[in-house]
């Protein structure tokens, strides 16, 4: 993720804020007609879902679809116009504090919202999260493995690269950060109602609203994309009742983020920015 040593600011993607909206709608009925890209065959095959219980393994590739799903509707929108949407644009560059400085950020970031999130829970007793019984992580090794890499790696970059590296960004062109930051971070704290126990959406907003500060500060998306990496891997290590597999699991989530960016810098899906003029994002 350090290599990208001629990358400059660059300027910020003039997206118009009702892409924003259209963004957020297009990715949730997708990620719906997703999921029945998946179920529909399932049922074909004789697989029996129902409204209450679906099948781990058909969960799991329902989630995985309709999370990759955020990522296709986020590029769709900023392509709106004629605009011809770079990686860049969204976040996809060295953060330019430096990573030294972005780690800082993170610690704090992470050490701030566990903190206000000990108090919440204090507080207000919210129910226990339902999405890993929903994947059946108690159910086999490969079925904890998928819902792990789903959790802690496919989830927190397709998340940060609609709400922060699209959705913010929209919002920050009609009025600035701080009603951006607001207003993302309660969308993102309304996305999973589904899963979450309602309660627990007012920290989750909190958490989307430091991530675009973040965002903001680094001008880079990869330190968003760790730190909900590793808030993740710590509440999914929570819920398993883990101690020392925690690190184990951050470790591992990092390292495949890493190797995903990798990755798609070799076939050039991320490339860096070619245009050098005014502030970055």
């Not at 219980?53 to 590029?75: M, R, S």
């Not at 951050?250 to 495949?256: D, I, K, R, W």
Request: aromatic share 8%.
């Amino acid at each position: 993720m350090n290599s990208d040593t001629a990358e400059q600011p660059v300027r910020r993607p003039d997206w118009p804020v009702w892409t924003a909206p259209v963004a957020l709608i297009g990715a949730l009925v997708l990620a719906a007609i997703s999921g029945l890209a998946v179920d529909l065959p399932a049922l074909a095959l004789g697989v029996k879902i129902t409204t209450s219980h679906t099948p781990y393994g058909v969960a799991i590739a329902d989630t995985f679809v309709q999370d990759l799903a955020f990522i296709v509707a986020a590029v769709y929108c900023a392509q709106l116009g004629g605009r011809l949407a770079r990686s860049w644009q969204f976040g996809l560059r060295r953060p330019g504090v430096g990573w030294v400085s972005a780690a800082g950020l993170i610690v704090l970031l992470l050490a701030v919202f566990l903190a206000l999130n000990v108090a919440w829970q204090a507080l207000s007793n919210p129910g226990k999260e339902d999405l890993l019984n929903q994947l059946g992580t108690d159910r086999s090794t490969v079925l904890l493995l998928l819902s792990a890499g789903l959790v802690c790696v496919v989830a927190p970059v397709s998340e940060e690269f609609l709400f922060r590296g699209f959705i913010f960004t929209a919002l920050a062109n009609w009025r600035g950060t701080l009603p951006a930051a607001v207003l993302t971070g309660i969308l993102f704290g309304a996305e999973p109602t589904c899963t979450a126990p309602v309660l627990d959406l007012v920290p989750l907003a909190g958490l989307g609203f430091g991530l675009c500060l973040l965002y903001r500060r680094t001008g880079s998306l990869y330190p968003c994309i760790v730190a909900h990496s590793l808030n993740n891997s710590i509440a999914f290590a929570s819920l398993e009742g883990w101690d020392w597999q925690a690190p184990l699991l951050m470790a591992a989530a990092l390292g495949t983020i890493a190797a995903l960016v990798l990755v798609l810098k070799n076939v050039g899906l991320i490339a860096p920015a070619t245009v050098s003029a005014g502030a970055g994002s």
